[in-house]
């Protein structure tokens, strides 16, 4: 401990969180629920852009780093989608409506909705989980639907009952004009109708056209393979974007857990796009 | 310029201390480490390296960070307070004053770390002359002159006496201060004796630490357009071999910045979430719950090294994250160092 007699005073650092409470739980699929937060005051706690996190913690517990599944055009509140795979995440999946954690934030960088992002055609690729970072900016992009050009979703996950956000998919997104939404399964399954098979070779049957930019999310060898794809239908990596993620402890690029060569994942990530990756050690 | 007896230091450093914490590298259990002063504490100046560096005074081993309660299912966050008491540490060498700078670009870079903010704003640090460099000294590699270390007020103890030098703002106000002590001898000095006396310590201090066996090491290869080139030496593989993971060498490093946070749990005390040292060698340091991105010693050992001499640079301007004060190369129980892996990778051996 510091041996300093100092009485100091206060002032909030950045590692100091705020409270936030839990408004709402709905149960996705059997590993993952998504959590509503708000302050306090019933307000948002923050303003943040699609693709950026947060450090979600229960003192005592833990805490770590999620992405912000809702998208910035809610007013209202931010929600994460988190699935059950550690300590962390095993206590949050036990919580109830009303009760009380921390979140700091928003950290890292953003999909870049306003400026790369604007104008063009976007092929969203996400498998299992990977869909709650690409969930704000999708929202965020049918909230200002006349920015872009034509929409398509490509979603996977291991079955039926681990699609994540399904009501969503199928009740807005699929609904809306200019979106087309392509959902797979690894495996067969008895009472789905639809596409079965891996991600990355149901891209490659769906034949889009080169002239999209792509968002892929999901696990590492999703992503890897889905680029592969990507790459054999005459994509460029220019015009591929993804999210990397590595253990973090401080969210703001200081206590050196993240780094993939001189690069911060929490501060010049989590969004990358795919050409940068490159330049990288492969160290994610 | 002020000089004043040696004997005479347990008298500067008492006036110090009646107004101010002191932090003055200090033998206990036959070791030499920083430590905050008392009056009648017998204090070392003359061991050339502290076990641990003096990143404690500003980056503690292990600080709290907020304190944190759960009554009737609301949350309540107390912050640990901030340091706003003035401290100054003596007898910081040049090494350990360039480290703080590499401290410096990390932690008051935005967003700023308010905690180690409030000690480098309170702290005034005094450093001390190396007159007799080692052979594990190599910091002349990294542009550091031991003979000028620099800091707020820079001091050189050369027979019986201590010659005080004040160099920034922070400096010129303790030496205000402490006139009533560093003026009862000045007078007796005129100030240009006292310069040319001190300009040829300087000398002779410069004249040892060119002719030691690590001073002319070649890092011409360590820059970050050899990243790649680097990362996928085979070197590596021998380098690392004989690594034990114990992370001593990044708990004596000056520039090690790594830190964990965690929690401690008081039961209906509440829950204390504090920040502590970590180190890059343990395999713990980057596992998550879906994998971990170094599983061996090798990528552990391989990563401390670039960003000692690769990746920190290209973030701040070229500037090395090794000051050369040679702990590692003392402490390592495997003998191994950053000095075998400059001269490896370097292309030297």
């Known amino acids: 401990m510091c041996e300093c007699s100092c009485g100091g005073k206060t002032k909030t650092d950045v590692l100091i969180p705020m409270i936030g409470v839990i408004t709402d739980i709905r ?246 796009r795919c050409d940068e990756i490159d330049e990288l050690p492969p160290e994610y | 310029m002020y000089r004043i007896e040696t004997a005479g230091l347990a008298e500067l450093f008492a006036a110090i201390s009646e107004t101010q914490d002191l932090f003055l590298p200090l033998r206990k259990a036959d070791q030499t480490n920083y430590g905050l002063w008392s009056e009648g504490e017998p204090f070392d100046l003359d061991t050339l390296k502290t076990v641990k560096s003096a990143k404690d005074c500003f980056f503690p081993q292990s600080e709290v960070l907020y304190r944190c309660k759960s009554e009737d299912g609301k949350l309540s966050i107390d912050p640990q307070k901030l340091c706003d008491r003035a401290f100054v540490v003596f007898g910081m060498r040049a090494c350990d004053v360039k480290a703080v700078e590499v401290l410096d670009n990390v932690f008051l870079s935005e967003p700023v770390d308010t905690f180690y903010a409030a000690r480098r704003e309170h702290g005034t640090i005094v450093s001390l002359a190396c007159h007799e460099p080692e052979e594990t000294c190599f910091c002349a590699n990294f542009g550091i002159d031991a003979a000028a270390p620099g800091a707020d007020v820079e001091t050189w ?49 410069r004249k040892i630490i060119e002719k030691l066996p690590l001073s002319h090491l070649d890092l011409s290869r360590f820059k970050p357009e050899h990243t790649m080139e680097l990362f996928d030496s085979p070197l590596w593989e021998e380098l690392y071999k004989p690594c034990l993971a114990c992370g001593t060498c990044t708990f004596v490093c000056p520039t090690c910045q790594c830190y964990d946070i965690r929690d401690f749990d008081g039961g209906k005390n509440g829950v204390q979430r504090y920040r502590c040292w970590d180190s890059c060698m343990y395999s713990d340091f980057t596992m998550m719950a879906h994998g971990n991105m170094r599983t061996s010693q090798i990528q552990r050992f391989r990563q401390r090294f670039m960003h000692k001499l690769v990746y920190y640079p290209a973030n701040y301007d070229g500037l090395y994250s090794c000051v050369g004060c040679g702990r590692c190369v003392s402490k390592c129980p495997a003998s191994l160092n950053i000095v075998k892996v400059i001269k490896k990778l370097g292309g030297e051996v």
């Open chain 1, 27 to 272: 149960t996705e699929t059997p590993d993952v629920k998504t959590f509503r937060v708000v302050g306090r005051d019933g307000r948002k706690l923050f303003e943040h852009m699609p693709g950026q996190c947060a450090m979600v913690s229960v003192p005592g517990v833990g805490e770590a780093m999620f992405s912000i599944t809702s998208s910035p055009t809610n007013t209202e509140f931010q929600e994460f989608s988190i699935k059950r795979c550690g300590t962390l995440t095993d206590y949050l999946h036990e919580m109830n409506v009303g009760e009380e954690i921390t979140v700091r934030g928003p950290y890292g960088n953003a999909f870049p909705v306003e400026t790369a992002l604007k104008g063009q055609n976007l092929l969203f690729i996400a498998g299992g989980i990977g869909l709650a970072p690409l969930r704000s900016v999708i929202n965020y992009v049918l909230d200002k639907r006349d920015n872009y050009g034509t929409i398509d979703i490509l979603y996977g996950s291991r079955s039926k009952d681990d699609l994540v956000q399904l009501k969503e998919i199928q009740e807005v997104w699929a609904k809306t004009p200019g979106v087309n939404v392509y959902l797979t399964i690894d495996r067969e399954q008895e009472g789905w109708d639809g596409h079965v098979g891996f991600v990355p070779s149901y891209l490659k049957e769906l034949e889009f056209a080169t002239d999209k930019t792509v968002l892929v999310c999901g696990p590492p060898v999703m992503i890897k393979f889905s680029l592969q794809s990507l790459i054999e239908m005459g994509f460029e990596k220019t015009q591929v974007y993804t999210t990397l993620e590595l253990r973090m402890k401080c969210g703001v690029g200081k206590c050196g857990r993240c780094n993939i060569g001189s690069k911060y994942v929490c501060k010049d990530g989590p969004v990358f």
């Open chain 2, 157 to 205: 103890i050369i027979e019986d006496s201590l010659y005080w030098k004040p160099l920034t703002e922070k400096g010129e106000a303790l030496t205000e201060s402490l006139k009533a002590v560093l003026e009862s001898t000045e007078k007796e000095t005129p100030a240009e004796e006292a310069e040319k006396t001190v300009a040829e310590e300087q000398e002779a201090i």
